[in-house]
């Protein structure tokens, strides 16, 4: 059975109702957490759970990570989207100001990035392999190399040959979110464009890995749907790639749906702060060793309580438009961002908090 199969059959098994106070309170008595245990801690009624699983993910955290937090910022360098998402600001039918960075433009969004010494750099684009072809992708990614020592991408999903060529460029890692495993409301908000197509986005990263990257980045985007479902479904997702390649570096991010631009309303309705902390904290408990990165979508206080708690990895210092490190904005922004700080303010936050920022986790050789 593959990966997708399987997932998807976990998925629809998992009835989170089914789980008691009891249940939690067994998974977290156990030294290891398996797939019943993940499946209860994150159950409704793990939510009355949530400070013993606080203290067991952070000592998991420490244990694995130490007191370190590796800081980045991401660089979108085009929003061109030939895809039709309901609940995306790029997506190919919002009216947004377009706009694709220069060679030259782009180096200068590195140097400023350079000079608040960071050395790890996510790059994005939209979803349009004409406007940002793998060779434009490609192009940035060695020049990139001139000015960091960690780059990873989040773009559109590629072939195994592309993701070969993009990481003989130099890119270390590769973030591809499956949004929701409810393949019908994937069906239902994924209107038209090459995105529309679950399995080819699900296997992603299997893809990526073929490729010869050095790790990925999995998730949902929390809100889409069931959140519950969705959370555990990538947490399958994850563990699965983990066992098959045990040499990559598996990873979580934990997006939750955002307002953008022409739809200020676009939330994540059931997903507050608490349920968004149960996820993080269950999935530190089901994979210790696995990086979880919390962005700016989410504000200033409540990524400052959960570094170190559970995430291991924080964006700084961001700009979620077409450039805007160096010069303004070239186009308009994916999502409305809820922390605006600069990379020596959250450097300073994580000091305060006996925590020491990282800007590099990796030396290229």
Known sequence: M???????????????????????????????????????????????????MARRAKQ???KHF??????????????????????????????????????????????????????????LTGESKTASSVEYIGDAVELAKKYFST???????????????????????????????????YDQVHLS???????????????????????????ALLGLDDFRKDAFASGIHASLLQKKYPQAE???????LRPYKNNETNDAKDVHEKQLLQVMLAHRLFMPFAGITISTRER?????????????????GVSTGVGGHEEEEKGDAQFMISDPRSVDEVVQMLGHRGMQGIYTDYVRV
């Open 300 to 316: 200033a206080g409540f990524r400052d309580n959960v570094v170190g708690m559970a995430a291991t990895k924080i964006s700084a």
């Open 151 to 185: 780059i990873g991408i989040e773009v559109y999903p590629m072939d195994v040959d592309e993701y070969e060529y993009i990481h003989k460029k130099g890119a270390d890692f590769v973030s591809v979110y499956q949004e929701t495993y409810n393949t019908k409301t």
């Open 60 to 62: 998991e955290t420490m």
């Open 193 to 219: 464009g090459p995105k529309k197509v679950f399995s080819y986005r699900f296997n992603a990263q299997e893809r990526a890995l073929l490729g010869g990257m050095r790790g990925v980045g999995c998730g």
């Open 2 to 52: 593959e990966i997708l199969d399987k997932v998807l059959k976990e998925y629809k098994e998992y009835d989170y109702n089914s789980y008691t106070r009891n249940d939690v309170a067994s998974a977290l008595s156990k030294d290891t957490i398996d797939v019943e245990d993940y499946k209860a801690l994150l159950s409704p009624k793990a939510m009355e759970f949530l400070e013993p």
């Open 66 to 123: 130490g007191n370190s937090v590796c800081l980045f910022t991401p660089l979108y360098i085009a929003n061109y989207c030939v895809n039709h998402c309901v609940y995306c600001g790029f997506n190919c039918t919002n009216k947004i100001h377009r706009a694709k960075l220069s060679m030259e433009e782009i180096e200068k969004e590195y140097q400023a990035i350079a000079r608040t010494g960071l050395k790890e750099i996510l790059i």
């Open 250 to 256: 598996v990873s979580f991010s934990v997006p939750r």
